[in-house]
Each structure stands twice: as structure tokens, then as C-alpha cells.
């Protein structure tokens, strides 16, 4: 049996767990970061030097909890990207000096890997499984095919599926995040009032475009004088919209899988809006595969998952060099294009 610490600083949570390889959390401290509430979104600066103040007290709040000490961990492992680079380099830096000084190996993990690696503490899934990961950062198809091998079907040419709630909900006078408001005031509203436009539905692939229903909201706001009742609308029919592209991009998804000769029967939703329940419900209800999706927890940034990639990439033998820089961007494959040797 193997345990691993692991912190997660890659964007506003600052947190630290210790898991180990019976699927066993021994520990989780988190702190999401409410300065960047009243702005309306993550200010990075102000977010590095959170991660500063908070993450050693973090990191001795795990320990203590779990009643292990640093001698009794088989590996230290940060999300080393991609995210904001000041918070990259704190969680990095303070686990390769933990590393450094227990004596023990240090581990980067990939951030997308650590949101789609999680749904396996959880469920024994076996690989291939298709993944859909929408995030604040993120919005991608994958196949998952084993740990560090990933083939993307496609992604978002312009905002992530987060960004898109995020934004709509900074337009309708919500407070950052946006998601979960819009999701709360969507169970109030009319989804068939506004007719926003289903960008990229019918087309081959699966792409992703959500910068023409901001605009769309945009002119909505200024048409309209915004009573409660239209905020609820627009909400409900902005999900009404994100899910009838998100359907009709899935069902292409696993057309190309089919078509690269790949048998998938698990389909994981994962990161931050993979807690929002409307659009799990809608997906399960038309989609002809096992559905799974971590609870809500784990969809948004925690360390759990960091860790469990870790203990994944640990009995693999994947062990990152003390001079591993962060990565700011940090790409979990290589495009289909290069797979199928195409442009
Ligand atoms: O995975 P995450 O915590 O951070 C990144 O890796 O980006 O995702 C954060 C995003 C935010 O955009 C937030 O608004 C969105 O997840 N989110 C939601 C919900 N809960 C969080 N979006 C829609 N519905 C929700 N219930
Ligand atoms: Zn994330």
C-alpha cells in the first residue's frame, strides 16, 4: 500500500490531501480563495499570494489530521499544470522541497489528468473510457486509454463551458463563480423563453464554440430590463442551449470513437460543470452509455484527485526530476490530427 501527500494550487482553491492506494483519503484541507468573489473572476496575483500565505498551514493541517508524518509517505505530488504560473510554482516548489527533504520521490501531475483519473477512486472503470471534461479552464473531449495515454476528439475553439457560465453570470449581476447561481436560478426559469444559438450543432466533429451565446446574452441584457423573473429565464434557457450543443457534440464523440475502433462503455463527465445537475440529468437521459460523474467535491479543483493521479502515476513508476518546471499550458496529448497522422 502506497501514500502520497499531494497540493493543488493551480488556480483559486489551495488545498492538500493524503490518499493512498486502498482508495482511502486520510486527509483534505481546502480553501477556496472568496477575494476574487466581488471581482468577478480569478485575479492571478492576488491568487499566488493566497496560495503563499495558506498552503504550509494547509499542508500541517493534513498531516495532522491524517496522524501520519512526512517519513511515512511514499511520494509528494503538485499540480505542476496547466493553471496560473504563481500558483504553479508555490505548490510545486513546496512539495519538490518536501520531497527534497524527506528524502522521498516528487510527483507532477497534469491537472486535466487529476480531473479524469478521479472517477477511478471512485468506480472501477476500466480504460478505454470516454471522458468529457468541462472546467473553468477546460472544455474537451478524450479517450482516456490508460494513465498518460490520451487521444482528444476535439475541444473549445474560443471559452470553456465555465468560462461561458461564468461570464453569462457576471452579465446577469451573479458573483464568481458563476455556475452554480446560474444552475440555482435556472430551476425558477422558462428554458424555452430566449432561443440562444446552438454554435457548432450539426456540424462533423466535436468541437465546441460558446462565444456566440455571450453575445447573445449580452444583447438580451441590454433589450431587457432584467426583472428577477428574466434573469431566472435566461439562465434556464442559457442551459437549455449548453445542453443541446453538449448532446449533439457527445453523440459525435462517440461516433469517432467507434470509428478509431476504440470500445468504450464508460462515459465520464468530469470538472467543475460536471456538477451541475441539470445537464448530468439531460446527458444520461439520451445518452446510451454507463454515465459516470465524480460528486461535486471531487468535479471541482480539490487535492483528492491530484493525489489519487499521483498514487496512478506512483504504481507506474512515474516520477518527475527535482528540476521539473511548472507548466502554465500543459497539453495532456497530442491532437487526433497528429494520432491519425494528418495535418
Ligand atoms: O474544475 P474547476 O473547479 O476549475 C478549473 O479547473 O477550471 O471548474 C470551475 C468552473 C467555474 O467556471 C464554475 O462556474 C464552474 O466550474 N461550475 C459550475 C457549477 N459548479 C462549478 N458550472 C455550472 N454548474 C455548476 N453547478
Ligand atoms: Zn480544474
Not at 528524502?103 to 501531475?109: D, H, L, S
Not at 431587457?224 to 442551459?239: G, I, T
Request: hydrophobic share 45%; proline share 4%; net charge positive.
Amino acid at each position: 500500500m502506497r501514500t502520497i501527500l499531494a497540493v493543488e494550487t493551480s488556480c483559486d482553491e489551495t488545498a492538500a490531501a493524503i490518499v493512498n492506494s486502498d482508495k482511502q483519503v486520510l486527509a483534505h484541507k481546502i480553501l477556496s480563495q472568496t477575494e476574487h468573489k466581488k471581482r468577478g473572476g480569478v485575479i492571478p496575483e492576488i491568487a499566488s499570494r493566497a496560495h503563499m500565505e495558506h498552503l504550509g498551514g494547509i499542508i500541517k493541517g493534513a498531516i495532522e489530521k491524517s496522524n501520519l508524518n512526512f517519513c511515512d509517505l511514499d511520494a509528494i505530488a503538485a499540480t505542476s499544470g496547466p493553471g496560473l504560473i504563481g500558483g504553479l510554482i508555490v505548490g510545486t516548489m513546496m512539495a519538490k522541497a518536501i520531497a527534497h527533504a524527506a528524502q522521498k520521490p516528487f510527483i507532477a501531475v497534469n491537472h486535466l489528468e487529476a480531473h479524469v483519473l478521479v472517477i477511478r477512486l471512485l468506480y472501477e472503470v476500466k480504460f478505454p473510457f470516454l471522458v468529457l471534461l468541462i472546467s473553468g479552464g477546460h472544455c474537451q473531449f478524450l479517450i482516456a486509454q490508460n494513465v498518460g495515454k490520451y487521444i482528444k476528439l476535439g475541444e473549445t475553439l474560443d471559452d470553456s463551458l465555465g468560462e461561458a457560465f461564468d461570464k453569462v453570470a457576471k452579465m446577469l449581476g451573479l458573483s464568481y463563480p458563476g455556475g452554480p447561481l446560474v444552475e440555482r436560478l435556472a430551476k425558477k426559469g422558462d428554458g424555452t423563453r430566449f432561443k440562444l444559438p446552438r454554435a457548432m450543432v450539426k456540424r462533423s466533429g466535436c468541437d465546441f464554440s460558446f462565444s456566440g451565446i455571450k453575445t447573445a446574452v449580452r444583447n438580451l441584457v441590454q433589450e431587457l430590463k432584467m426583472s428577477e423573473q428574466d434573469v431566472c429565464d435566461v439562465c434556464a434557457s442559457f442551459q437549455e442551449c449548453v445542453s443541446d450543443i453538449l448532446l449533439d457534440r457527445v453523440k459525435n464523440a462517440v461516433a469517432m470513437a467507434a470509428s478509431l475502433n476504440i470500445k468504450i462503455n464508460d462515459f465520464v463527465i468530469t470538472g467543475g460543470v460536471a456538477a451541475n445537475n441539470f445537464l448530468r440529468e439531460k446527458l444520461k437521459k439520451h445518452i446510451n452509455l454507463n454515465i459516470l460523474s465524480p460528486p461535486n467535491h471531487l468535479c471541482t479543483d480539490n487535492a483528492i484527485m491530484v493525489g489519487w493521479a499521483g498514487i496512478e502515476r506512483l504504481e507506474k513508476n512515474y516520477i518527475d526530476p527535482l528540476n521539473f518546471a511548472p507548466r502554465p499550458k500543459w497539453e495532456l496529448v497530442e491532437p487526433l490530427t497528429a494520432k491519425l497522422g494528418g495535418e
